[in-house]
């Protein structure tokens, strides 16, 4: 697992195959980061489905309304929700979508992100200056790379538990 130099600011991601190691960019993204932080704590985040997962583009989650559902009808509607919390403003930068990086997922609405979230499979630079780039993989991107594909996945992976690193005692 990657050094982590602050935990208050990485994101431990459980799948199937491993630990993902996120650090979040609050500096860039103050607002993505701390809502990121808040579901973690609250554990929103645990057991969701990767329920739009495209080969050479990326691998999104993060409906915490629909995407623990364990029924497949429930489960097609992944993606549709988000969390009770507002939505929240874009926080464009300069960062690009590079391979690993995690990306808000949004509506038409440039403001209307809130708890989804993508993690680009490659560098995805046409999605730069129009998404909000707020952390990125800095260990385990070869268990992203092991998420099954499909919008829905037949049998979708799900993050099992995604938790503050700052709240772990031996992380």
């Not at 799948?15 to 103050?30: H, N, Q, S």
């Not at 645990?46 to 993060?62: K, L, P, S």
């Not at 995407?67 to 930068?93: I, Q, V, Y």
């Amino acid at each position: 697992m990657a050094e982590i130099k602050d935990p208050e600011n990485t994101i431990l991601m459980e799948l199937k195959d491993g630990t993902v190691v996120i650090e979040l960019l609050p500096d860039v993204a103050p607002e993505h980061s701390a809502r990121m932080k808040e579901l973690a704590r609250a554990g929103a985040y645990d057991n969701v489905a990767f329920h739009r997962v495209i080969d050479g583009f990326m691998a999104q989650t993060g409906d915490v309304k629909n995407g623990n559902m364990e029924k497949d009808f429930n489960l097609r509607m992944a993606g549709t929700g988000g969390s009770d919390l507002p939505d929240l403003p874009a926080e464009f930068s300069r960062l690009p979508h590079d391979r690993g990086t995690l990306g808000a997922a949004r509506s038409q609405n440039p403001n209307s992100a809130n708890s989804q979230f993508f993690i680009n499979f490659k560098d995805n630079h046409f999605l730069n200056g129009q998404y909000t780039v707020y952390g990125r993989v800095i260990s385990g991107m070869d268990f992203v790379d092991a998420i099954l594909r499909g919008e829905p996945p037949a049998q979708p992976d799900r993050m099992i538990s995604v938790k503050v690193a700052a709240d772990v005692a031996d992380a």
